[in-house]
Structure formats: C-alpha cells, structure tokens
Nanobody, 126 residues
Framework: QVQLVESGGGLVQAGGSLRLSCAAS????????MGWFRQAPGKEREFVAA????????DYADSVKGRFTISRDNAKNTVYLQVNSLKPEDTAVYYC???????????????????WGKGTLVTVSS
C-alpha cells in the first residue's frame, strides 16, 4: 500500500519561507519521479515542481522558478520542497505526487500521477 504523507505547511507572512516534506512508503522510491502540485480555493490543481528518481533532473512551473527548490533524499524515501519569498498567491493546499518514471525523467503531467498525498495547507498572509 503506497502512502505519501506531507508535512511542513502552515501560516507564514509574505516574504517568508517554509520547507515541505513528503515521506513515501510502499513503493520503490528511486523508480518514481516525485513532485508537488497545489490547489488554491476555487482553482484547479496545478503543477509546481518535480524531480527525477535519481534526483539528477528537475522541473518547475514558471511561477515558482527561482523561489522554490525541490530535492529528495532517496535514503529516507522523502522529497522536499523549499519555498522561499512566499507571496499571498502561493496560498494553497500542496500535494505530493509520485509518477512511475525510472531514470532521469522529471516531467509530471497531472494525468500521469500514479499516487497522491492528502495535502498540506500553506497560507501566506500579506
């Protein structure tokens, strides 16, 4: 049984930082590209960032490039999202995602996600 468990969300002022974590279990972690999506109230779920199983490739949404950094620790089966310079428009539930993709593939279309976490809420106050 695959489980993705997010943590690290919270309330932060604009300009602040958070580190989101996603602990994975029940899957061969290095065979999966891992990613983060987010969904703001009244909006569709959108891609934020992804990293390949090897950790050697990554991909970001244009809206977060230069502010967010995705990383993974394959020894701990955990993926991280460091979020800096937060803006009120970053307020959303952030979801961890896994896509079976051995090697260096870091792309993660919404329809290609195999497993989802339950999400962690990030609220950015102005």
């Amino acid at each position: 049984q695959v489980q993705l468990v997010e943590s690290g969300g919270g309330l932060v002022q604009a300009g602040g930082s958070l580190r989101l974590s996603c602990a994975a279990s029940g899957l061969t972690f290095t065979s999966y590209a891992m990613g983060w999506f987010r969904q703001a109230p009244g909006k569709e779920r959108e891609f934020v960032a992804a990293i390949s199983g090897s950790g050697g490739s990554s991909d970001y949404a244009d809206s977060v490039k230069g502010r967010f950094t995705i990383s993974r620790d394959n020894a701990k089966n955990t993926v991280y999202l460091q979020v800096n310079s937060l803006k009120p428009e970053d307020t959303a539930v952030y979801y961890c995602a896994a896509r079976w993709a051995p090697g260096h593939i870091a792309t993660m279309p919404l329809q290609g996600v195999d497993y989802w976490g339950k999400g962690t809420l990030v609220t950015v106050s102005s």
